[in-house]
């Protein structure tokens, strides 16, 4: 595994990042799930060079080589991808995020929109107004997260240590209650990326999942149906980590939406739609 590149931001912490794509293409930023990492969007890589995308992929504090930042908000996080922006010489980018990535790409879409060429969101996790159309369990495990001292570290601190000491059970742990179209994405060709992309999660411990998980579960501290760009969002019938009824309602929510339902799940939404994506956040 290449390591990553870093910045040191204004406030002193360090942002590790990854490129991938052509050097000189269109920017887009991509950001990972609550159980990923920059390496994600190494799966990208081909069709990025193919449509002339510059993708820049940070790892969010705690993740990978990122510095953990305690107490921050959904909305401290257009300061960090500015701040690497400017350190890049880049000006305006399109914003795509996976899952937990989703509320990111949206926070940078309401706090800079001058910024922002567009925004595409899979598998994404949803505003707190779609709530009333989730599972019950996953709801109730979200809550927990936010609302039970102690619950999201613990939730978190087992997956770190397999990742750091038992890679076969780390995987398991990954894989087990996947729907059959995430199965067969980990035991295809970008399974390997996947595993290596959860595992760097945990580089520095659980802190960075642990504090991510519920903060993309609670209020994000704007509203979602003031967004001044159009979202494109990829969804799959069959993720039982964000349901199809929540990808419509969120759709719904947004002022202007186009929702793409497949019959895909949770990661190979993902896979399957990857030159989709870079297209609709490229602008």
Same mark, same amino acid.
């Given at each position: 595994?290449?390591?990553?590149?870093?910045?040191? !931001?204004?406030d002193g912490r360090t942002l590790s990042y990854a490129e991938?794509?052509?050097?000189?293409?269109?920017? *887009?930023?991509?950001?990972?799930? *609550?159980?990923?990492?920059?390496?994600? &969007?190494? $799966?990208?890589?081909?069709?990025?060079?193919?449509?002339?995308?510059?993708?820049? @992929?940070?790892?969010?504090?705690?993740?990978?080589?990122?510095?953990?930042?305690?107490?921050?908000?959904? %909305?401290?996080?257009?300061?960090?991808?500015?701040?690497?922006?400017?350190? !890049?010489?880049?000006?305006?980018?399109?914003?795509?995020?996976?899952?937990?990535?989703?509320?990111?790409?949206?926070?940078?879409?309401?706090?800079? #929109?001058?910024?922002?060429?567009? +925004?595409?969101?899979?598998?994404?996790?949803?505003? #707190?107004?779609?709530?009333?159309?989730?599972?019950?369990?996953?709801?109730? *495990? !979200?809550? @927990?997260?936010?609302? *039970? #001292?102690?619950?999201?570290? @613990?939730?978190?601190?087992?997956?770190? &240590?397999?990742?750091?000491?038992?890679?076969?059970?780390?995987?398991?742990? %990954?894989?087990?209650?996947?729907?059959?179209?995430?199965?067969?994405?980990?035991?295809?060709?970008?399974?390997?990326?996947?595993?290596?992309?959860?595992?760097?999660?945990?580089?520095?411990?659980?802190? =960075?999942?642990?504090?991510?998980?519920? $903060?993309? =579960?609670? /209020? &994000?501290?704007?509203?979602?149906?003031?967004?001044?760009?159009? +979202?494109?969002?990829?969804?799959?019938?069959?993720?039982?980590?964000?349901? #199809?009824?929540?990808?419509? @309602?969120?759709? /719904? !929510?947004?002022?202007?939406?186009? %929702?793409?339902?497949?019959?895909?799940?949770?990661?190979?939404?993902?896979?399957?739609?990857?030159?989709?994506? $870079?297209?609709?956040?490229?602008?």
């Amino acid at each position: 595994m290449t390591e990553p590149s870093t910045i040191e !931001l204004p406030d002193g912490r360090t942002l590790s990042y990854a490129e991938y794509g052509d050097p000189e293409g269109t920017p *887009v930023f991509a950001f990972h799930g *609550v159980i990923g990492s920059r390496l994600m &969007w190494s $799966l990208c890589d081909e069709d990025a060079r193919e449509r002339g995308v510059r993708l820049v @992929a940070p790892d969010r504090p705690g993740f990978g080589a990122s510095d953990f930042h305690g107490g921050r908000s959904l %909305l401290d996080w257009p300061a960090d991808v500015c701040a690497l922006a400017d350190e !890049l010489g880049i000006d305006r980018f399109g914003v795509t995020g996976f899952s937990g990535g989703g509320p990111h790409a949206m926070a940078c879409a309401h706090a800079v #929109p001058e910024r922002v060429r567009g +925004v595409s969101l899979v598998s994404t996790v949803t505003p #707190p107004e779609t709530r009333d159309r989730a599972d019950p369990f996953n709801e109730a *495990v !979200l809550s @927990a997260t936010r609302f *039970v #001292p102690g619950f999201s570290q @613990a939730a978190f601190a087992s997956s770190a &240590w397999l990742a750091d000491n038992a890679w076969p059970q780390f995987r398991t742990a %990954l894989k087990v209650g996947s729907p059959p179209e995430d199965r067969t994405i980990f035991d295809g060709p970008a399974g390997e990326t996947l595993f290596a992309d959860g595992a760097e999660a945990f580089r520095n411990g659980s802190r =960075g999942p642990a504090h991510d998980l519920p $903060l993309v =579960g609670d /209020d &994000w501290g704007f509203d979602a149906r003031d967004c001044p760009h159009d +979202v494109d969002l990829w969804h799959g019938r069959a993720d039982a980590t964000v349901g #199809p009824d929540l990808a419509r @309602a969120f759709g /719904d !929510l947004l002022p202007a939406a186009d %929702l793409y339902l497949g019959d895909g799940a949770h990661y190979s939404t993902y896979v399957d739609n990857r030159g989709a994506i $870079l297209d609709a956040a490229a602008g």
